[in-house]
């Protein structure tokens, strides 16, 4: 560890320390340094269902086209989810956030990519990319950025010793909670090492917590949470976390809401339109986020989050053992929903066919390693 570099690890969490030549957790010399998620790109079939979902969950509906749904959140930014017309429901990728136009001209160049000019609104440049698992992304930059709506109310709290409310009461809204901005999504991949290099190298992300299965450290992690290089400006402790399985796919997203009552009032009016609610309300440990976990209606998790950690880029990794009961710090017990401990045909068909490919890293000792985590 560096004289400069942080250690934020030592607790009851997380264990202190890489194996000595083990992977690092982050790029020397990457192509350029995103500064944060843009939006996320969906495509579905019925877009007016899914913009009622999108309005109860908190979104606001920043345009729509004759094929395209825009959504945003409070915060001023771009729209962080895009939701194409198409034949079936399928996530299609993230697009990040490069600091400027140079930058995506950079990255295009290194790749042997195009740069093209965006359609959506806002306009801007990207380039379109895909990681080595197969997943397609864009990094785009120059998008003309929205003002800031009316958020969340702020309320204000009485402490033992510390009064701020006199002769007023609490009483926050049940109505959706406001999201106000993008902040991560989880991806599940059969190369998780060669895109985790992937996404160090060429978008200089930085990793805050490794994880590893159960019994196996010496093989090397198995999932991550990746942040943002921001220098000293403060970023997510995830924007990304990918982990190591037999599918190439969409785990979940997540939104952040202002504070703990909003998020518990929006899942209140969530429950009430009869939603299905996946896991929560907890405290995670990695990023420390409160959190409540819905699925949408074609079945899609998502998120509400508020008070995730926010690392600079002195924050040293986290090494711990993956376990289901060390995806919270306090809540209700994770459900099978959550875990999807329910195998699909689906799941099945991803299994078989990653078990048969020698060429990724879900082997048949991993699949082991993935099924004691459930038992932890
Ligand atoms: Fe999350």
């Known amino acids: 560890m560096t004289r400069t570099s942080k250690n934020v690890h030592e607790d009851l969490h997380s264990e202190q320390g890489a194996i000595k030549g083990g992977r690092a957790h982050k790029a020397k010399n990457p192509v350029i340094k995103v500064e944060d998620l843009a939006w996320l790109e969906f495509e579905k079939p019925d877009l007016d269902a899914a913009e009622q979902f999108a309005h109860d969950f908190g979104f606001v509906t ?17 729209q962080c989810v895009v939701i194409r017309q198409g034949a079936k429901s399928r996530f299609i990728g993230p697009a990040f956030k490069a600091v400027d136009t140079a930058d995506v001209r950079k990255l295009a160049k290194e790749t042997n990519s195009q740069v093209t000019e965006l359609t959506s609104p806002g306009g801007g440049i990207g380039v379109d990319l895909v990681d080595p698992s197969g997943i397609p992304l864009r990094v785009v930059a120059g998008v003309a950025e929205l003002p800031e709506l009316p958020l969340q109310e702020k309320l204000s709290f009485n ?17 959706p909670a406001r999201v106000e901005r993008l902040g991560h999504v989880v991806l599940e991949s059969t190369n998780f090492n060669r895109a985790l290099d992937w996404y160090q190298q060429h978008l200089g992300l930085i990793v805050s ?13 198995t999932m991550a949470f990746i942040r943002c290089d921001r220098g000293s400006t403060p970023a997510d402790h995830h924007t990304l976390a990918m ?5 190439r796919k969409y ?33 995670h440990i990695e990023g420390s986020q409160l959190f409540d976990y819905w699925r949408d ?10 008070d995730g950690d926010m690392f600079d880029n002195t924050v040293e990794p986290g090494w711990a053992e993956m376990a289901a009961s060390g995806l919270s710090q ?32 879900f082997t048949a000792q991993r699949l ?7 038992m932890r």
Do not use: C
């Not at 202002?258 to 405290?283: N, P, T, V």
């Open 330 to 361: 306090w809540g209700p017990a994770v459900t099978r929903d959550f875990l999807e401990a329910n195998p699909s045909p689906h799941f099945i068909k991803h299994l078989v066919s990653a078990l048969a490919d020698r060429d990724n890293e």
């Open 243 to 247: 982990t190591l399985g037999p599918g």
């Open 62 to 78: 920043a345009g729509r086209s004759s094929d395209a749904l825009y959504l945003r959140g409070a915060l001023a930014g771009t």
């Open 368 to 374: 082991l390693g993935l099924a004691k985590v459930a």
């Open 251 to 283: 785990i979940h997203s997540a939104f952040q809401v202002s504070d703990l009552d909003a998020l518990a009032a929006g899942g209140e009016y969530l429950k009430e339109q009869r939603y299905k609610h996946s896991w929560g309300i907890g405290r």
């Open 159 to 175: 402490f033992t010793g510390e009064l701020n409310r006199v002769n007023a009461m609490q009483r926050p809204p049940r109505e």
């Open 297 to 306: 209606p074609d079945g899609f998790l998502v998120e509400h989050f508020a």
């Open 209 to 221: 917590d490794f994880l590893y299965f159960p019994g196996q450290r010496q093989l090397g992690p």
